[in-house]
């Protein structure tokens, strides 16, 4: 099993970028999948992006397409999320989450490990 931590966050105007980071120690890090998840206030956790353990597959929610992008570097043991074209909505805090199946993708339940979160804001 590995841990995911995550980190990038922060405050950014509308229309800037972020990119957030999750690191996860193990030497089977390449065997799984990861996904991001986000969280706004008075919101359910939702699936923003996830890339399968080989870096070939990757998923986007309807609402990020084109402005985000997932990938990968097995060889550091971290998975980025680029985030650019930021709009207010997209403000949450933000959750990677491991799959062992090394699939990814959207269904929760599929996810065994979750780090802590980092907080994103867009400001208007």
């Known amino acids: 099993q590995v841990q995911p931590v995550e980190s990038g966050g922060g405050l950014v105007q509308a229309g800037g970028s972020l990119r957030l980071s999750c690191a996860a120690s193990g030497r089977t890090f390449s065997s799984y999948g990861i996904g991001w998840f986000r969280q706004a206030p008075g919101k359910e956790r939702e699936f923003v992006a996830s890339?399968?353990?080989?870096?070939?597959?990757?998923r986007y929610t309807d609402s990020v397409k084109g402005r985000f992008t997932i990938s990968r570097d097995n060889a550091k043991n971290t998975v980025s999320l680029q985030m650019d074209s930021l709009k207010p909505e997209d403000t949450a805090v933000y959750y990677c989450?491991?799959?062992?199946?090394?699939?990814?993708?959207?269904?929760?339940?599929?996810?065994?490990?979750w780090g802590q979160g980092t907080q994103v804001t867009v400001s208007v």
């Open positions: 890339i399968n353990g080989g870096g070939g597959l990757k």
């Open positions: 989450a491991t799959d062992p199946s090394g699939i990814g993708g959207s269904r929760y339940v599929r996810y065994e490990s």
